[in-house]
């Protein structure tokens, strides 16, 4: 649900770009440009200081570019880990063949550039409302294993912390649990995983053991927490940059024919996202609550 774009820094030269680096990327964008922040801003800047933008508003985006540096969390530009490693010989100021070497190890969602490219957008096809661009409020999927952990993969690939809060997500027989460990086996971005839920598990530490310690290379750091029946009300996987919603939870269902066989996924705000991470905490708090530490 999340997009991974490469934006071209030599677009930053073009002022609309700027707006549109503000507006349409970040945590309830759905959208993050991939790219090590100080070589894309430094590439950026000089692309903005060798432009015919009036001085004005030169000295606009330089400004949000130099505070975008010295801002290590920032909410628009992120670079995943399993990135880092992949064309280290080419100088970022190489930007097409940057990307070029990226789409080896895995496609970028969309890419954006003003340069001729076949596979790159520019902004007036952002404009006409381009496939590749447009972020679908709702993604309608099956409630199979394969379309949840696909539709979700894209959070696994963007974070390092995954939180589930489903009252009803088992941590045994899950295929869908399952599905995300073995997403993470190639990036290993994900290094902890918290789960909420109000199924409880006889013996968690060796159910866990048996089904996921002894069978994956990669496990993260997991914590389990038992949460007292509809405690929360919605289903949420929630991570440091991003977080996503379903009604009907992320479980694997029985197809009926009906509407029900669907699950409708939707971007969670930082608002709500932020009210259910206090609600976690109050439960970690509770008398009888006690986080139960799997691996």
């Known amino acids: 649900m999340y997009r991974e774009v490469a934006l071209d820094?030599?677009?930053?030269?073009?002022?609309?770009?700027?707006?549109?680096?503000?507006?349409?990327?970040?945590?309830?964008?759905?959208?993050?440009?991939?790219?090590?922040?100080?070589?894309?801003?430094r590439e950026a800047a000089q692309s903005v200081k060798a432009s015919d933008l009036p001085p004005v508003k030169k000295k606009s985006?330089?400004?949000?570019?130099?505070?975008?540096?010295?801002n290590k969390s920032n909410p628009y530009l992120l670079?995943?880990?399993?990135?880092?490693?992949?064309?280290?010989?080419?100088?970022?100021?190489?930007w097409q063949k940057w990307v070029a070497a990226q789409c080896t190890y895995r496609e970028f969602s969309t890419i954006v550039?003003?340069?001729?490219?076949?596979?790159?957008?520019?902004?007036?096809d952002i404009i006409d409302g381009h496939g590749e661009w447009i972020v679908?409020?709702?993604?309608?999927?099956?409630?199979?294993?394969?379309?949840?952990?696909?539709?979700?993969?894209?959070?696994?690939?963007?974070s390092k912390e995954l939180i589930i809060v489903d009252q009803y997500f088992r941590l045994a027989s899950n295929k869908v649990l399952h599905g995300i460990v073995q997403e993470m086996q190639q990036s290993q971005q994900i290094e902890r995983i918290?789960?909420?839920?109000?199924?409880?598990?006889?013996?968690?530490?060796?159910?866990?053991e048996r089904e996921f310690l002894n069978r994956y290379r990669y496990v993260p750091s997991f914590s389990y927490l038992i949460a007292p029946e509809r405690y929360f009300h919605d289903r949420y996987m929630i991570t440091d940059r991003a977080a996503v919603k379903a009604g009907h939870g992320f479980s694997v269902g029985v197809i009926q024919g009906t509407q029900a066989d669907?699950?409708?996924?939707?971007?969670?705000?930082?608002?709500?996202?932020?009210?259910?991470?206090?609600?976690?905490?109050?439960?970690?708090?509770?008398a009888e609550q006690q986080v139960i530490i799997l691996n």
């Open 194 to 208: 918290l789960l909420v839920s109000s199924v409880a598990t006889a013996d968690p530490i060796k159910v866990f």
């Open 9 to 41: 820094p030599h677009c930053l030269s073009e002022f609309h770009y700027y707006g549109l680096l503000k507006t349409a990327f970040g945590f309830e964008e759905g959208r993050y440009v991939i790219a090590p922040l100080k070589e894309w801003v």
């Open 262 to 286: 669907k699950l409708s996924l939707s971007i969670c705000g930082k608002e709500e996202r932020d009210e259910t991470l206090a609600h976690i905490e109050g439960l970690k708090a509770g």
């Open 61 to 70: 985006v330089t400004n949000f570019l130099n505070k975008l540096q010295r």
């Open 79 to 94: 670079f995943p880990n399993d990135r880092t490693g992949i064309a280290n010989d080419i100088e970022h100021s190489d």
């Open 136 to 158: 679908p409020k709702t993604t309608w999927i099956d409630r199979d294993d394969i379309s949840i952990v696909g539709a979700i993969s894209s959070l696994l690939n963007l």
């Open 113 to 124: 550039s003003e340069r001729e490219s076949e596979k790159s957008i520019g902004y007036s």
